[in-house]
């Protein structure tokens, strides 16, 4: 690895830190939030952002751009501070998040630059997808669509019905992401309603299918950069990660799912984060 | 009156003809076998069969749309208002996207197929939404013009079809502008306030027959359900002591509903609706003998109107 290419990494997981401290900041508000599952997302919405999506801040209706949909929208928090982050945002607005008249909902809205389309039903990202997806081939650009699903977002039937239709239309330039962190509301996906084996399910949908650790953020960068994997199929790319991922006293806990911080817990919180991202050391 | 196209046929013939003039449009089809054997041209590569799913239609039509698409997405009444309403709801609607939602086998037009293809909640369910057109053609030639008018119309629209063939208006009837109701003739005491195929028709026909009676009714063609056309509609209503409308839907929610709220607030008047009773349809018939059965016809407009001007009281806001 060059000395280039560590940089590179380490800049990314500085944004990443910086996300996550944003993001329990924002669940910190009176009204709470959806910490668990916007953390386990940080290192895809990092690598997504700072490296791999063609995105402009400055002009986020840019026609050439990448798409990304969150279509698990109640991860909205981690998508609100990946865009503060990334200079989509005024992050002293999103810290009025969870106030009355705020812009920034629980769900994603569309009203804000870089929020593609509003979701938080579950289950809808994946037809969107295809939308835009088919809609760059027949354009013939060579735009790319991401879509990120969480893992019990996959017990909807409607990302089954788009899955199918994905791999007949042959969109290679959509790729998936699930953030499969083996939680869900109540408890684990395998105890509710199993998805195992789940790279094979996608694999006989007709997609190519990668696994990772969603947590290493380069595993995920390079992954995802280098979609899709076969011509003609589109990707999904399973990445294995940790509920709650950075803040030790909520990670792998089905309660992380949504949280109202005290101005305790916050501190706690930052200060785990600051002592360790997730997977490796920090030194930020 | 001879019998026209049906609505649905009138559409594809009309989209076949538009889809190579214009570079945008696209149609996705869920196997409707609608479009079995048309010839789209140039434009081939823009018809997209994706199969029998009718979420998926929905969201990718947003998603083609959000790219600067003009989406023409095709299924039954029932499979679009139902089964994929939340995708109509959240993808398309509160997104304000420009799809068209071409829903054909409305009202009772599936006749045999029974209540699984009947479709009487459509125009409750699509005017409850914010942004979305709501328009229900009253014959083919009103099917064309309302297509040609969907090629630049902002936001989403919703048009409810028929399956079969049904008569045509009286000749000399301008072709729908979309929020406009149309004035199909001019009354006095009462007013017949209908839409689609087989309820215009029997609203024309029942005015005819209450002239006859010495009772002069007008008749206004509520083709646009949504924007509705309140002005039209309380204009139409000024001088009147008695308002009938006349759909094929559900008595809930849609024309009637839109009428007596709109009346109600604005121009109070006694109001008789006519439609489908709160009840599936029970037995196999064709969809003129079910309207017949649920009493869509001329004749219970006539008896309607009878029934409540009999007393000669004029109802009091």
Not at chain 1, 80 to 93: C, K
Not at chain 1, 125 to 145: D, M, W
Request: charged share 20%; proline share 6%.
């Amino acid at each position: 690895m060059t000395v280039l290419t560590e940089n590179r990494t380490d800049l990314l997981r500085a944004h990443a830190l910086n996300i996550r401290e944003r993001i329990v900041d924002v669940c910190s508000n009176p009204e709470g939030g959806h910490l668990g599952g916007s953390l386990s997302l940080v290192e895809v919405l990092t690598a997504l952002y700072f490296d791999v999506l063609r995105i402009d801040p400055a002009h986020p209706d840019d026609p050439h751009r990448d798409i990304f949909l969150l279509s698990k929208g109640h991860a909205a928090i981690g998508l609100y501070s990946t865009l503060a982050e990334r200079g989509f945002v005024d992050p002293a607005e999103l810290a009025g998040y969870g106030t009355t008249g705020s812009r920034f909902m629980a769900h994603p809205v569309r009203s804000i630059p870089g929020v593609e389309m509003p979701t938080g039903s579950l289950g809808h990202g994946p037809a969107l997808a295809i939308g835009f997806a088919l809609a760059a081939k027949l354009s013939g650009s060579r735009r790319r669509v991401f879509v990120a699903l969480g893992d019990g977002e996959l017990q909807e039937g409607s990302v089954w019905e788009a899955a199918m239709g994905a791999a007949g239309l042959g969109l290679d330039n959509l790729i998936a992401v699930v953030d499969r962190n083996g939680l869900q509301l109540t408890g684990s996906t395998e105890d509710i309603c199993p998805l195992e084996p789940l790279g094979d399910r996608w694999r006989s949908f007709g997609w190519a299918v990668r696994e990772v650790d969603g947590q290493n953020i380069e595993a995920v960068r390079d992954a995802l950069a280098g979609a899709p994997w076969m011509p003609g199929r589109p990707s999904v790319l399973i990445a294995r990660t940790t509920k709650g991922a950075g803040v030790p006293f909520v990670a792998g806990n089905p309660k992380s799912h949504y949280v109202n911080f005290s101005e305790r817990q916050q501190a706690r919180a930052r200060i785990a984060l600051r002592r360790a991202a997730p997977g490796e050391a920090h030194h930020g | 009156m001879a019998d026209t196209l049906p609505a649905r046929q009138a559409y594809r013939n009309r989209l076949a003809g538009l889809l190579p003039e214009h570079d945008r449009l696209i149609c996705l089809d869920t196997d409707t076998g609608l479009f079995t054997g048309v010839d789209f041209g140039t434009a081939a590569a823009r018809y997209v069969n994706i199969g029998i799913a009718e979420h998926n239609l929905m969201g990718m039509a947003a998603g083609l749309a959000a790219s600067g698409w003009t989406p023409f997405v095709n299924t039954m009444a029932a499979f679009a208002t139902s089964r994929a309403v939340e995708a109509i709801k959240i993808d398309i609607a509160y997104n304000a996207m420009p799809v068209r939602i071409m829903a054909t086998h409305g009202g009772l037009s599936a006749g045999h197929l029974g209540p699984t293809h009947q479709c009487l909640e459509d125009l409750a369910v699509m005017r409850a939404l914010p942004n979305m057109t709501v328009v229900v053609p009253a014959d083919a030639a009103a099917t064309e013009a309302l297509v040609d008018a969907a090629i630049e119309l902002p936001g989403p629209l919703y048009a409810r079809l028929g399956r079969k063939a049904t008569p045509a208006l009286p000749a000399g009837v301008e072709p729908p502008v979309i929020g406009t109701a149309q004035r199909l003739r001019a009354g006095g005491e009462v007013l017949l306030v209908a839409t689609g195929p087989y309820p215009v028709l029997a609203a024309l026909d029942a005015a005819t027959a209450l002239a006859g009676q010495g009772i002069e009714a007008g008749v206004l063609n509520m083709h646009t359900i949504k924007p509705f056309d309140e002005a039209g509609l309380i204009d139409a209503a000024a001088g009147t002591r008695l308002v009938v409308t006349v759909e094929e839907h559900w008595r809930s929610g849609g024309l009637g509903a839109a009428v007596t709220e709109t009346l109600s607030e604005h121009a109070p008047v006694r109001i008789a609706r006519i439609g489908m009773p709160d009840t599936f349809a029970g037995h196999v018939g064709s969809q003129e003998d079910l309207l017949d059965h649920y009493g869509i016809t001329a004749d219970a407009v006539v008896q309607t109107v009878l029934r409540h001007t009999s007393t000669g009281k004029r109802t009091q806001p």
